[in-house]
């Protein structure tokens, strides 16, 4: 085998990869769109499956921008999510912070170790925060 075969075997490699992609892709999407009933989901799983290339190629052609929508719809709720997991966990940590902090404060007070003016002191900052 030359460096040339080499190439050609690498091109081919990667066309094998690129359609069993597409076709995942494409059969996942069909899955996921909710406006196809199943017996059009049957359909076009029957012709992905006797005819590969052809319906790909057609699905892609004829339901490629759904396919786009409905991704970047997948996307935002995904994100949307995400961001109020986030917001609930850092708003729930600064309030348990913040009354650790206090906690902490009234202990000092109660061995001793400051005085009530230092407790509000500390009060007032860790609810400022």
């Not at 460096?3 to 992609?21: E, N």
């Not at 057609?58 to 997991?85: F, N, T």
Request: charge should be neutral; hydrophobic fraction near 55%; aromatic fraction near 16%.
């Amino acid at each position: 085998m030359n460096l040339w075969d080499f190439f050609v075997w690498l091109f081919w490699f990667y066309v094998l990869i690129a359609c069993i992609w597409i076709f995942i892709t494409v059969i996942v999407d069909i899955f996921r769109d909710h406006t196809l009933n199943g017996w059009a989901k049957a359909l076009w799983v029957v012709f992905l499956v006797f005819l590969p290339f052809l319906a790909a190629f057609i699905y892609l052609i004829a339901r490629g921008r759904g396919m786009g929508e409905r991704k970047l719809a997948e996307a935002q709720a995904a994100r949307a999510q995400s961001d109020e997991y986030i917001r609930t966990v850092a708003g729930s940590s600064s309030t348990a912070s913040a009354a650790s902090e206090i906690e902490s404060a009234k202990r000092l007070l109660d061995s001793g170790a400051i005085t009530p003016a230092e407790f509000e002191t500390l009060k007032a900052k860790a609810l400022q925060a």
